[in-house]
T-cell receptor, first 111, second 116 residues
Framework: EDQVTQSPEALRLQEGESSSLNCSYT??????LFWYRQDPGKGPEFLFT???AGEEKEKERLKATLTKKESFLHITAPKPEDSATYLC????????????FGAGTQVVVTP | GAVVSQHPSRVICKSGTSVKIECRSL??????MFWYRQFPKQSLMLMAT?????????EQGVEKDKFLINHASLTLSTLTVTSAHPEDSSFYIC????????????FGDGTRLSIL
């Protein structure tokens, strides 16, 4: 059975304190991995798609990387507006459309 | 681009009422839309896959007679929670994906359903 595990569950950072979030997965034939950001009371907002091991993508202070077993979301010099829950998701076996989500990492950045 | 609109954003109603939630893809066509449920501090759980012009596919444990899904056009899917009870109170979120297989799902802003 496909599994997606995110760690840590929660992360509290000082503004400017860089850190990384982890998403490890066990899926049959990974075809891609998605990162989303979710603010309280809102739907997830798409950040990145990674398709193959070794791929990296960047957006402002966020950088996502992918290996054969896990993905990292690096937050460089975070600001309070980066506070959110970050979710990773992988397509389920034989169904690109059905996503298996991790439980998320709640990030709080304090001034 | 890839904007998904969900309406209403919040519903409070009495037990026994049926509630309809709409999900629209505003700037793209979506042959497939998805309905999720999210409990506090938990991740998204897929309820059903909505296919334009055909019956929805429900996940194991989701009652299809309780959660009616209609996908009448390439830009609109609706979820009706029939005879809602307090245990149906939750955050319901829809998503849509452009037709190309490897494209991400884009999510609406969710509907907070509270059944009294």
């Amino acid at each position: 059975e496909d599994q997606v595990t995110q760690s840590p569950e929660a992360l509290r950072l000082q503004e400017g304190e860089s850190s990384s979030l982890n998403c490890s997965y066990t899926v049959s034939g990974l075809r891609g991995l998605f990162w989303y950001r979710q603010d309280p009371g809102k739907g997830p907002e798409f950040l990145f798609t990674l398709y193959s091991a070794g791929e990296e993508k960047e957006k402002e202070r966020l950088k996502a990387t992918l290996t054969k077993k896990e993905s990292f979301l690096h937050i460089t010099a975070p600001k309070p507006e980066d506070s959110a829950t970050y979710l990773c998701a992988v397509p389920q076996y034989r169904s690109w459309g059905k996503l298996q989500f991790g439980a998320g990492t709640q990030v709080v950045v304090t001034p | 681009g890839a904007v998904v609109s969900q309406h209403p954003s919040r519903v409070i109603c009495k037990s026994g009422t049926s509630v309809k939630i709409e999900c629209r893809s505003l700037d793209f066509q979506a042959t497939t839309m998805f309905w999720y449920r999210q409990f506090p501090k938990q991740s998204l759980m897929l309820m059903a896959t909505s296919n334009e012009g055909s019956k929805a596919t429900y996940e194991q444990g989701v009652e299809k007679d309780k959660f009616l899904i209609n996908h009448a056009s390439l830009t609109l899917s609706t979820l009706t929670v029939t005879s809602a009870h307090p245990e149906d109170s939750s955050f319901y979120i829809c998503s849509a994906r452009v037709i190309q297989e490897d494209q991400p799902q884009h999510f609406g802003d969710g509907t907070r359903l509270s059944i009294l």
